[in-house]
């Protein structure tokens, strides 16, 4: 069995596979100052309450983006299962038959949204991750990632807008009745959910007129908020970067 973590800056994701299945997943807030006990206490909690056999796990995978908390999740590994984990980075890329670039700047998350759209599909795709950033990675027919766009997430978006104004709540996220608001929540989901689809269906034709056919994947936890009000979607994987950590984890070990 493989453990996989992935330490985003909204959720820390974790995952067990057992060979190709997900047999369990589990989603804590992420707070930086917490420390690998804290988060150890709740891993470890959390993964026995669904009946995970810690003796069973011979692989485990960190992806960070928080670098803060990298070396937490790295003890908590060593910790709850007696096993060194792999680390996402560079050092890891090289094993893999994909083509990365900026390797020292690309988001761990990204090249495993990579790696799994290009097994699925086995042709170019464009993998659109909703999270606290909001993601478009392109990856070519040969598994190459050949560019990506990054905007504000969804609720990023929202927290921004309401942060810097006086008088402008969070809101729900969540579609409107119509475009035209009419009171100030309906207003900010109008401008927010309802502007983010032609931002989404905008970039996917870009990058189609750029690279030609596309199989376009949407992941992550915001996806729901914008995939029914659209059609440029043609799968949706939830799951899609633990999947490819688990590949990766598979691939390197």
Not at 35 to 41: A, F
Not at 246 to 251: Q, W
């Amino acid at each position: 069995m493989q453990f996989v973590l992935d330490v985003g800056n909204t959720n820390i994701v974790g995952g067990v596979f057992d060979g190709d299945t997900l047999v369990s997943t589990l989603r804590i807030r992420t707070v930086p100052g917490k420390t690998e006990d804290e988060y150890g206490v709740i891993v470890k909690a959390l993964l026995s309450e669904r009946s995970v056999d810690f003796a069973r796990i011979e692989t485990a995978l960190i992806s960070s983006v928080v670098p803060q908390l990298t070396g937490a999740m790295q003890k908590l590994c060593v910790h709850l299962f007696q096993k060194q984990p792999l680390i996402m980075g560079p050092a890891l890329y090289g094993k893999l038959p994909v083509e990365i670039i900026a390797p020292d700047e690309i988001g761990a998350d990204l090249v495993a949204n990579s790696f799994a759209a290009w097994n699925l599909c086995s042709t170019a795709c464009l993998i659109i991750d909703f999270g606290t950033a909001l993601t478009f990675t392109a990856v070519d027919a040969s598994g190459k990632i050949v560019g990506v766009a990054i905007a504000p997430g969804l609720a990023t978006a929202v927290s921004s807008l309401s942060s810097a104004t006086a008088q402008l709540p969070v809101v729900p996220l969540e579609a409107p009745p119509g475009v035209l608001g009419k009171n100030t929540i309906q207003a900010i989901q109008s401008g927010i959910v309802l502007g983010y689809t032609g931002l989404v269906e905008n970039m996917v034709a870009r990058f189609k007129q750029e690279m030609g056919s596309l199989t376009v994947i949407a992941t992550g936890g915001l996806h729901r908020v914008i995939a029914p009000l659209v059609s440029v979607f043609d799968r949706i994987e939830p799951d899609l970067t633990l999947i490819g950590l688990n590949l990766i984890c598979k691939t390197v070990k």
